[in-house]
């Protein structure tokens, strides 16, 4: 099982290229759902990981999968522009996710 990244921001997803996970860059409703879609589909994609921003944009697909599906895990993770979190958060959570310092 891999890990897959839906972001709406290139340096999030090239952070976590870093690291060894792949991803894309969406920025509309529809791209978001599309891609969701896709990575459920996906027998490989174990974690899907979402920048915060853009769980508003389809939260009815989300939380179908979180509920009532075994795969793929999602995880709402910020991005380096989020608010009211230290500037090192996104560093301190890859670290504790998958142990690579980055």
Do not use: W
């Not at 793929?72 to 979190?85: K, M, Y």
């Amino acid at each position: 099982m891999k890990f897959f990244v839906i972001s709406d921001n290139i340096d999030t997803v090239t952070g976590m290229r870093l690291a060894g996970i792949d991803g894309v860059v969406v920025h509309s409703p529809n791209a978001v759902r599309s891609r969701i879609e896709q990575a459920a589909q996906d027998e490989s994609i174990g974690i899907l990981l979402i920048t915060e921003r853009l769980v508003p944009m389809c939260p009815e697909l989300i939380y179908d999968i979180k509920l009532n599906r075994r795969r793929p895990l999602i995880v709402e993770i910020p991005d380096r522009h989020s608010a009211g979190r230290s500037k090192d958060s996104i560093k301190k959570y890859v670290r504790d996710a998958i142990g690579v310092k980055v």
